[in-house]
C-alpha cells in the first residue's frame, strides 16, 4: 500500500468515566472507512508511547456480548492509558478480525455447531486473522509517535507494527476476561493463535519456546471461592452451604480445566465431600491435593473413590504411619512435609514439593482455614471470587491477616452470571514493586 494515504480531518473531546481524551477522525484513501485515534495526555515523543490497537467489535465493544473479550480489553486499555497519563488507541474499523459484522454473525453459527474461530472463518472463505495494520502505523506517525509499550496479547500484532517501522519496546499484557460464553474462543486464540493469555493460571506458548515461567520454583497459584456479600462462606464451620449458581458453577469447573491440580484442606473433605471434578465442562480434571496434618481423610471420600485421578494427601512427619497405609492402598500418594510452628504442613514447602510433581499450575478451593493460610504466606498469584447475592453472617472466608499486610488486585475485572457476581484480578503483595 505504497500510495496509500491518512489523513486526520478532525479531533474533539470526549469526556469518559476514565478522563477526558481528543477523539481524532482520520480519512483514507483505501477503505473509506472511519479509523480513529483515541489520545489521552501529551504525548511524548521522546519516549515510547503506551497504545491499544483495537479492531472494532460491534457485539462486544458496543452490545457487551460475552462471546469475545473486546468490550472489557477497550475498557481496560482506556483505564490504563489514563492512569498512566497519556497514550493512545488506535480504533480500527475492521470487524471481526476483519471478515466484516455479516460474516462474523455467519462465524459465531458456526462456532454453536461446534466448530472454533478459526475453523468458522476458514469456513468462510477468509483467513483466521484478515487484519491490517497499515493505517495504524501511520496514524502512529501521524501523532508523533516513534515507538510503542503496545497492550496486546497478540504476538503477530506485534510483528507486524515492527515491519511497517513502528518498534515495540514492551509488550503490555491485557488480562483475561475469562466467562462462560468465551472459555472455548480464548483456549482458541492460545492454542491456535499464538496469544499469549494467561487463562487463569494456564500461560499461553512462549513464541520461542521456554520452560514455563513458574514465581519462586512454585506452581502459580489460583485462589478461588464463592462467599456471600457479607463475606461468608458457610453458617458455621463443618456445615456445607451451596452458595454459587449453575452459571458461575460452571466458571469455575472451566476454571479448574486451567490447572494442573487443585487443593482444599481436610476442613472441606470433611464437611462437603466434593469431587473436584470438570463434570460441567468438557477438559481434563486437575489432580486433587488434600491438606492434612493429620491424615483424617475417610477412605469412603469420593477424592478417592470416584475422582479419576488419585489424589495426594499432604501431611506432616507426626501423622499415624497406620493410617497412611490405609490411604495408600485405597490409591492415594501421600507426601510426608515439614510442619510450622503450630503443626500445620508448611506452605512452602508443599508448594516445593507440588513443583517436583510436575504440578504448575495450582488452584486452591478452600475452606476458609487454607484460603487464611495462602493469603497470610503471600502465595497467591491470582485471585477469583463468586459473591451471591445472599447475607448469611456466617464463617468468613478469610480471617485475620492482621501483620500480613493487605494485598491489592492488580488489573481487576469483574461479570455477572447469572445473579452471581464474578470478581477477578492478579495479586499484588505490599513488598512488590
Known amino acids: 500500500m505504497s500510495d496509500l494515504v491518512v489523513e486526520r480531518q478532525a479531533c ?9 481524551f481528543q477523539l481524532c ?78 460474516d462474523k454473525l455467519r462465524a ?20 483466521a ?12 506517525a501521524d501523532l508523533g509517535i516513534t515507538a510503542v509499550r503496545l497492550l496486546t496479547n497478540n504476538p ?66 489460583t485462589l478461588s471461592y464463592a462467599q456471600s456479600v457479607d463475606g461468608s462462606i458457610t453458617r458455621q464451620r463443618g456445615q456445607p452451604l451451596a452458595l454459587s449458581g449453575q452459571e458461575s458453577m460452571t466458571l469455575t469447573h472451566q476454571l479448574r480445566t486451567n490447572h494442573d491440580a487443585i487443593l482444599v484442606g481436610i476442613g472441606t473433605v470433611l464437611a462437603d465431600d466434593p469431587r473436584l471434578t470438570v463434570r460441567l465442562v468438557a477438559g481434563p480434571d486437575p489432580r486433587p491435593i488434600i491438606l492434612d496434618s493429620q491424615l483424617r481423610p475417610p477412605l469412603t471420600a469420593k477424592l478417592l473413590t470416584q475422582h479419576p485421578r488419585q489424589p495426594i494427601i499432604a501431611t506432616t512427619e507426626t501423622a499415624d504411619p497406620a493410617k497412611e497405609q490405609a490411604l495408600l492402598a485405597a490409591g492415594a500418594t501421600v507426601v510426608r512435609l515439614p510442619a510450622t510452628a503450630n503443626g500445620q504442613v508448611s506452605l512452602p514447602a508443599l508448594l516445593a514439593c507440588l513443583h517436583k510433581h510436575n504440578i504448575r499450575r495450582l488452584m486452591v478451593e ?45 488489573n481487576p475485572h469483574t461479570q455477572w452470571l447469572g445473579k452471581d457476581m464474578i470478581l477477578s484480578g492478579d495479586v499484588r503483595w505490599p513488598d512488590e514493586n
Open 12 to 20: 474533539a473531546r470526549i469526556p469518559t468515566e476514565v478522563g477526558e
Open 108 to 127: 459465531y453459527n458456526l462456532q454453536d455447531e461446534g466448530y472454533d474461530t478459526v475453523e468458522a472463518n476458514l469456513m468462510l472463505g477468509h483467513q
Open 156 to 221: 503477530s500484532k506485534i510483528e507486524s507494527l515492527e515491519a511497517l517501522g513502528i518498534p515495540v519496546a514492551e509488550r503490555v499484557p491485557m488480562p483475561a476476561a475469562l466467562n462462560v460464553e468465551n472459555a472455548a474462543y480464548l483456549a482458541t486464540k492460545v492454542e491456535r493463535m499464538r496469544h499469549l493469555l494467561n487463562l487463569n493460571g494456564r500461560s499461553a506458548p512462549n513464541p520461542s519456546p521456554q520452560p514455563e515461567a513458574v514465581p519462586n520454583g512454585r506452581p502459580f497459584v
Open 366 to 410: 478452600g475452606g476458609a482455614g487454607i484460603i487464611t493460610s495462602f493469603l497470610a504466606a503471600q502465595l497467591v498469584d491470582r485471585l477469583v471470587i463468586t459473591v451471591a447475592p445472599l447475607l448469611v453472617g456466617g464463617l468468613n472466608a478469610v480471617g485475620n491477616l492482621n501483620g500480613y499486610g493487605m494485598p491489592q488486585l492488580q
Open 129 to 140: 486473522d484478515a487484519r491490517d495494520y497499515t493505517v495504524a502505523a501511520r496514524i502512529l
Open 25 to 102: 477522525y482520520y480519512q483514507n484513501n483505501h477503505d473509506k472507512k472511519e479509523h480513529l485515534a483515541l489520545v489521552f495526555g501529551e504525548i511524548a515523543a521522546s519516549q515510547p508511547t503506551l497504545v491499544r490497537i483495537h479492531s472494532e467489535c460491534f457485539t462486544g465493544d458496543v452490545l457487551g456480548s460475552l462471546r469475545c473479550d473486546c468490550g472489557p480489553q477497550l475498557n481496560q486499555a482506556m483505564r490504563q492509558i489514563a492512569e498512566a497519563g497519556a497514550g493512545v488507541v488506535v480504533y480500527l474499523r475492521q470487524e471481526g478480525r476483519g471478515i466484516g459484522l455479516l
